[in-house]
């Protein structure tokens, strides 16, 4: 990268500050500045204003003022693992969301990176407008937390008055079945693992040998999808849980 490439990402930088009180901000972490540049071009053609880190301790550094609505962090930084800054930040209580960025596409890569603290998971290489789509996906879901009636598909879970429906039909659920559900209808369409479930819904911090979330993800599961429904709860082989629209 060219120097007026490097200059390009400090211009993304100052020109998108007077934006800042009308757009989202993100903080992108990441040693590709090609890549960089590129992503940083696509946010900021969209209105968000973008600051960005080459570096762990760099990254580290700007995450920790906190002056970003999502941070986008690259896994492998320079020979440090990017999941070691967000591990930080999460036991600092950084609850920002997070979009991890890695060539590392198996399985146990994904949900080692959503153990660490990780809102979603984007294998390199990657088309920008996806990523757009995700960072989109995460503001909306953020917003949703501040909502009182939270809605996908069929399923409605209002948390004022703790009712649930699934269409027309009101389904009685315990205060654990409720707040696993909530849970679970913050994160549509993402894989939520075992381990993210009972730090964050038991307050467990430590992972015990248990069929404890099991035993009550099936009796959730036989709650909100009767007979003949179709299914939205879903068991991923090797990695946890998804709550899904029905199809």
């Not at 999941?83 to 609850?95: C, D, F, H, N, P």
Request: glycine fraction near 6%; charge should be negative.
């Amino acid at each position: 990268m060219s120097e007026s490439d490097v200059d390009s990402l400090s211009d993304i930088d100052t020109d998108a500050k007077s934006e800042a009180e009308r757009h989202p901000s993100i903080l992108l972490v990441d040693d590709d500045l090609n890549l960089a540049l590129d992503v940083a071009n696509s946010l900021t053609k969209r209105g968000y204003l973008v600051s960005h880190a080459a570096t762990a301790p760099d990254g580290l550094t700007q995450a920790r003022r906190g002056a970003f609505d999502i941070l986008i962090l690259d896994r492998m930084l320079a020979g440090e693992d990017g999941l070691t800054v967000l591990k930080i930040l999460r036991q600092e209580a950084m609850g920002k969301p997070v979009i991890i960025l890695s060539a590392l596409s198996g399985v146990e890569d994904r949900v080692r990176g959503l153990n660490a603290g990780g809102d979603d998971y984007l294998v390199k290489p990657f088309a920008t407008d996806e990523l757009v789509a995700r960072v989109e996906a995460l503001l909306r879901r953020t917003d949703s937390h501040r909502a009182t009636l939270l809605q996908l598909g069929p399923l409605k879970l209002d948390l004022i008055d703790r009712r649930v429906w699934r269409g027309d039909r009101e389904i009685e659920l315990l205060p654990r079945e409720f707040k696993l559900l909530e849970y679970f209808m913050h994160r549509p369409g993402q894989i939520v693992t075992r381990k993210m479930l009972l730090e964050d819904v038991w307050q467990y911090r430590f992972v015990p040998e248990t069929r404890l979330v099991d035993v009550h993800v099936s009796k959730l599961r036989r709650k909100i999808e009767a007979a003949d429904e179709p299914p939205m709860l879903l068991s991923i082989r090797s990695a946890g849980f998804m709550l899904n629209a029905p199809t």
